[in-house]
């Protein structure tokens, strides 16, 4: 808790300061820039807390603030509704919008996700202007300007900005600092490796969304009271989206202060520019917000702040999250263990799954099972459709035909999470690590699932880290780890979500013998925590003496099943996957 | 309105719709060139066809006078010429700026520089826009003739009073707009030149291999990207007016067209842009003006949501 209150200590003195300074300057032209400074400012963390820290980047946050500063102006002209109510209602339609947004769109990643939403506010822009709502004007109440946020002294336009600024802030703050934070950055650093870790990454995309639009829909529709006039380009509008992602890029990315930085610098300077050059120069702001981010680009990618830390600490790894500390390495191993009850029942059953890739048949009418507590090895040649199994298996990709239940329960329709959640963990041939994560923090991760508390979650981490020998590699970034590293804290991310049974994705392949041996060893100590575990691999040899069971693979099928000696024997395997190598080598 | 009065409607939006769509495929075509070998998408590519309709204005303005073709094709000739012009705005930009986060020193930055490309172009369309408001003014223009109000009338097609009034300048423009990308799929499919920008598109780092100067291809495939969608807004330029923020909306209608067709497919392109043309005036019938283009994003919205490799494409596309 103790980063968060110091965040927010700073969070109040800033607001201190901010009040004075109002409070000094008398020019009320300035006065309205200090107003509409705090009001980007919110945009930028709105935009940041969702696409900074999750990765996704949104060109869309124009519909959530245009749908914010058009209720609050419509409510007033057509009900006559005050606005301290109807900011909060355009707080919840923001975030509603948000949701309804994110519930669809989520189905994309990358380039098609930024596409998809800037889509959003581009036909809401047409759609409010066939309404007629080309200029929505906020009638002046003379009467009760208080209720109505109309002020004569504008510091207390001021002080509202800042409120919901400082507010902003602190929401930042807290969820970052938190199993949010961390869930996100994950997603951000590696979507899968996230969702096979237990992560419920559409679940937390989705809170993410819904929180910055809320803050979107708040800041239009203060921006509405402001301004006194709505128009579609200006709430809508491409530059309102474009804003929001400016400012937080420029400031820095995925931080707390960043998007703030982002709006005190380049509003002030386009708002002076405008005041100056604007009679010559109609779209001078538009054209310093584009060279600000070009240049932010070329410069220094991840905004000023990320800049001058790596100025500051120079060759420093660029770390994020925090959440974990390496106090509890006297963690005991046996929380991670497994009851022994039903060893040697099926855990697992594949019954006649089918998956093709085009005209690919890469599993083919596969059926097995797994036995509880065993130690199976899946082998085949390349292209036999091993990690295709595996993917089929921890829900990445959903069969085209065929059963898998895991302890009586069906896993046709269950997300990855889901899986994990239950009781299957796996690891990469290729490892995904969270590389700007300590390696804490990655296993922290995969702790999540089964915990609820922090405390909790470090305590599984540093159980799982000190079985598998990474206790002084804990500090160091996920990127920075070397091949037997990288898979001994896969495997530890995989035992924090107390799974009981695991999917191991050739863990030794390109370790040297010593390291090799040393994760045999490991192997085996996850083994006698009663932890079942799947183990594809090359290399027969290591696993002849390791596995309890073989099943061979060739071409998606099923080709042989069976103890390693009758295997090593078994004339059709030696024929379509050991062939004469392997004879040689005996 | 009776049953023949609708279906007169319903041609003449369609053969509206089929012109129109032919320069927006030719946009679109534009567009996915970029994709289809950079893996880049181009959030500025609108203010390209914006560069394109000024240069064809401009020009117009200029020599319009003098024009030894003649006033009536003179418009076209420089929307054909705006192609080239564009393309060489289009390669120095690249060099300058594009270059620093696409091909081997994108694949350094994070999601392999995706989120930069989108970024810096966003920057891009933005200074153009804007600088294009201070250069060329807020005002609409455009670069209308006689054609442009004049034409053909076809039929009557059903009965005695049935028939399509058939747009001049836009029959013209969209015939350009065809010959345009035939020519351009040939070179791509024929000449050295193409198969080594489809080299570099299929796999980069082999193509180095292969002695192919992959910096170049990318260089080359953001200008023809872009001067082929210059041409496009150069032929758009003569059928109505137009100011320097008409890239916003013209970036969802080519993205639209490109992911209809699957991105990445020339084919598919052209074809997503005509059905869009298509879609887009035939949703006039029934739908307020106003409406049109949130039509179009709504497509837009549905087929990437649930069809993001579009319909038209081959099989090679990736996002």
Known sequence: ????????????????????????????????????VPVWAVMGLSW????????????????????????????????????????????????????LVGIPTFRLRGHYFALAMLAYPLALLYIFEWLGYQEVALPMKREMPVLYMQFENPVAYIALALALLLAALGITSILSHSRFGMSLLAIKLDEDAAEAAGINTLYWKLIAITISGALAGAAGGFYAVVLLVVTPLAVF???????????????????????????????????????????????????????AIIAVILFAPEGILWKVRSILKPGQFRMLGSTASITDLEADESLLAVSQSGAGEKILEVAGVSKAFGGLQATDQLSFA???????????????????????????????????????????????????????ARTFQVAKPFTHLSVLDNVVIGAYVHTRSKEEASRHASAAIKLVGLENQCDLPGANLTNKELRLMELARALASLPKLILVDEILAGLDPDAMQEMLLVLEKVRKLGITIVIIEHSMQAMVKLVDRFIVLDHGALLAEGRPEEIVKNPQVIEAYLGKKWLEND | MDALQYLENFLQSLVAGLLMGAMYGLMCVGLTIIFGVMRVINFAQGEFMMLGMYFAYFCFAWFGTYAFFGGLWFPFFLALLAGPAVFLVGVLLHRLLINAVTGRRGNKLEAQGHYAQLVLTLGVALVLQNGGLFLFGSSPVSVANELSYSAWEWGPVVGDRVSVFVNQAQTISALLALVVVIGFAMLMNKSRLGKSLRASADNPDAAIYMGINVDRAHRLAFGFGVGITAIGGGLLASNAPFQPYIGTEYVIIMYAGVVLGGLGSIRGAFLGGLSIGVLQQVSAIILPNQLQNTVIFICFLIIILFRPQGFFGNKDRTA
């Open chain 1, 237 to 291: 509008g491409m530059l309102v989206s474009a804003q929001a992602l400016i400012f937080a890029m420029f400031g820095g990315v995925g931080t707390l202060w960043g998007p703030v930085l982002g709006a005190f610098i380049l509003v002030p300077l386009s708002e002076l520019l405008y005041a100056r050059y604007a009679a010559d120069f109609p779209g001078i702001q538009g054209v310093i917000y584009g060279v």
């Open chain 1, 370 to 424: 797994v036995k509880s507590g065993e130690l199976l090895g899946i082998i085949g040649p390349n292209g036999a459709g091993k990690t295709t199994l595996f993917n089929l298996l921890n829900g990445f990709i959903k069969p085209d035909k065929g059963e898998i239940t895991f302890q009586g329960q069906s896993l046709m329709k269950k997300r990855p999470n889901k899986i994990c959640a239950m009781g299957i």
């Open chain 1, 48 to 99: 940041n807390l969702f696409s900074g820290y999750s990765g996704l980047v949104s060109f869309g946050h124009a519909a959530f603030f245009g749908l914010g500063a058009y209720l609050v102006a419509l409510c007033m002209v057509v009900w006559d509704l005050n606005p301290w109510l109807t900011i909060m209602l355009a707080t919840a339609v923001g975030g509603l919008s948000a949701l």
């Open chain 1, 1 to 36: 808790m103790s980063s968060v209150r110091k965040d927010f200590l700073h969070i109040g003195l800033f607001g201190l300061v901010y009040m004075i300074l109002a409070l000094l300057v008398g020019n009320s032209y300035y006065l309205l820039i200090m107003t509409i």
